[in-house]
């Protein structure tokens, strides 16, 4: 038994060691032993202008795959685009909400780039967080248009030069909205005007598409919904631990589902490819975006490869016939904000899942939801994490104990069996027998103390995932030097303070009889608490809560038994 559990803590050294240097490899600058270095955004990607396979129509080929799911539409091929729209120039402005400044551009009406003026950037405090993007460092595009299965139509779509309207181009102290409306020229008698309708305080923007048939027979437009990114994690995200980045989709049939850019690079990504409901969105840390359509209307769901290290997930609707001279108008939403969960729930079935609890999801929701009563009552975020372990550790006060006593009468008898191992050193085998023997007359269980702790790790693993993922954290003071939870301690006090605790805490506990788990047993405290000093300040204050709640009810089982 004492090989094995050797064994098991010299693997788990071992790895650990390899993780934390893997880790801090990647934090000074270099490459990730486990994964590849991501190749750099295409020099093209920063131009102003996209290349045509950006629109759904036509990537990677200029076929439009899976075109014949869409009830009611044949397969065809959808015509190249033009390649001087492409590289027309069209007029950039800003338009300025309480919540935004978007910079739109039209050519095609795009959303080229999207400040959320009530976050702050986390490498750079005195910045915004850029949501959209389009520059040499990194490309993340919201873009619509129509494409048409119908072989020698054009329509109007992202690379098209449009026409901003006049109007209001920031929202005023007393309007609920502002819209901006963007018309195109005539492509094959086709017109399409789009209107993105801002709302104070909302994440969300009302996108409407209006298409007028000017020709003399009839269309059958399909409208998409993209969404363009690199592969690159977001600017300032730590080493030491890891969240999602990349595109996700809903549907009813299999639920919310995560799509990794190493899967599209690979042409490997399994998802729906249709639905008559569900949504498509781009995921990176706190942040998302979303194209939501109304609900019980046939969609396609795709994803590409656009270049190197440029990736697209779309939404394509079709639009139904449009008799020559009549209109079509679509209304979607776009959501580009923070992932405040309760808002979410509220905006589209499954778009809560956009925040990434890892594999714990049915037990961290309702922690969350626990965490955010606290808060409530409380005011304070650091307060509601203090409070939200206390109950924790009031639920497993029982469950504790019981494991704190075994571990309690374990050091109780250590005196005896370091004695007995010191006698019976050259006799492994009867050493062995002599100490089951020592533990079937004292009732010990040696394992005891571990079986309490699985029980309730997930609990904790969970409360983790809460605390990283809960953007509410960012900006949210706790006391004194602590300003922002979701970010590391700036003095290292809370890493230091759990370090000692851990340290503390591993006193407290019986000392192995083997002298290779006891020199493990201080080893390994110090090795993972360097983590710590990286962590958000929230897990370290969770992390060290839940140390001084265990010292506390270790301590006074110890003494209750009369341990030393």
Not at 61 to 74: D, E, K, N, Q, R
Not at 136 to 141: E, H, M, P, Q
């Amino acid at each position: 038994m004492n090989d094995m559990r050797r064994t098991i803590l010299w693997v788990l050294f071992s790895v650990s060691l390899v993780l934390l240097w893997d880790a801090w490899n990647k934090d000074h600058g270099g490459t990730s032993m486990f994964t590849p270095k991501p190749p750099a955004v295409a020099a093209s990607a920063a131009k102003p202008a996209i290349t045509p396979a950006t629109t759904p129509g036509t990537p990677p080929t200029s076929a439009v795959p899976a075109a014949a799911t869409l009830p009611g539409i044949a397969a065809a091929a959808q015509p190249p685009l033009a390649a001087a729209s492409a590289a027309a120039g069209g007029e950039k402005f800003t338009v300025t909400t309480d919540v935004f400044k978007a910079t739109l551009d039209s050519r095609g009406g795009d959303l080229l780039r999207l400040e959320l003026l009530k976050y702050a950037d986390a490498a750079d405090e005195k910045q915004h967080v850029v949501l959209f993007d389009q520059s040499a460092k990194r490309v993340y595009l919201a873009q619509t248009g129509l494409i048409t299965t119908q072989a020698g139509i054009s329509l109007p779509n992202h690379l098209t030069l449009m026409q901003a309207l006049p109007g209001e181009r920031t929202l005023k102290d007393g309007a609920k909205e502002l819209s901006v409306s963007f018309e195109s020229p005539e492509v094959d008698g086709a017109k399409l005007v789009k209107t993105y309708t801002f709302t104070r305080g909302a994440y969300t923007i009302a996108v409407k598409h209006e298409f007028r048939n000017g020709s003399a027979a009839t269309v059958s437009p399909q409208l998409y919904l993209q969404l363009t990114r690199d592969g690159n994690p977001p600017e300032g995200e730590s080493s030491f631990y890891s969240t999602f980045t990349g595109p996700a989709m809903y549907t009813e049939l299999n639920k919310f589902k995560k799509i990794e850019f190493k899967e599209i690079e690979k042409k490997s990504a399994e998802h729906d490819k249709t639905g008559d409901a569900g949504w498509v969105a781009m995921v990176q840390h706190y942040f998302a975006s979303a194209w939501l359509a109304p609900e019980k209307v046939i969609r396609e769901f795709r994803t590409a490869k656009v270049s190197d290290n440029l990736y697209s997930i779309a939404m394509v609707l079709p639009l139904g016939d449009v008799a020559a001279g009549a209109s079509k108008t679509h209304q979607a939403t776009l959501f580009a904000g923070p992932q405040e969960e309760k808002k979410l729930e509220a905006l589209a079935p499954g778009l809560e899942l956009v925040k990434d609890y890892g594999w714990l999801t049915i037990l961290s929701k309702p922690l969350y939801w626990l965490l955010d009563q606290l808060h409530k009552l409380i005011g304070n975020w650091g307060w509601a994490i203090v409070a939200l372990v206390v109950l924790l550790k009031i639920a497993f006060y029982a469950l504790n104990a019981h494991a704190y006593k075994s571990m309690a009468k374990m050091k109780a008898i250590n005196p005896k069996v370091m004695d007995m191992r010191e006698r019976y050193k050259d006799k492994p085998q009867q050493m062995q027998q002599e100490m089951m023997r020592i533990y079937r007359e004292e009732k010990v269980n040696p394992l005891g103390g571990c079986l309490p702790i699985f029980v309730q790790m997930p609990f904790f693993i969970a409360l983790y995932w809460v605390l990283l993922s809960t953007v509410e954290m960012r900006n949210a003071p706790w006391i004194g030097w602590i300003h922002d939870l979701s970010t590391k301690d700036p003095f290292f006090i809370l890493p230091l303070l759990m370090t000692a605790s851990t340290m503390f805490q591993t006193w407290l506990n019986p000392t192995p009889p083997d002298p290779v788990q006891a020199k493990m047993m201080w080893i390994m405290p110090l090795v993972f608490s360097v983590m710590f000093f990286y962590f958000p300040a929230g897990l370290v204050l969770y992390w060290l809560t839940n140390n001084i709640l265990g010292i506390a009810q270790q301590w006074f089982i110890n003494k209750k038994l009369g341990v030393k």
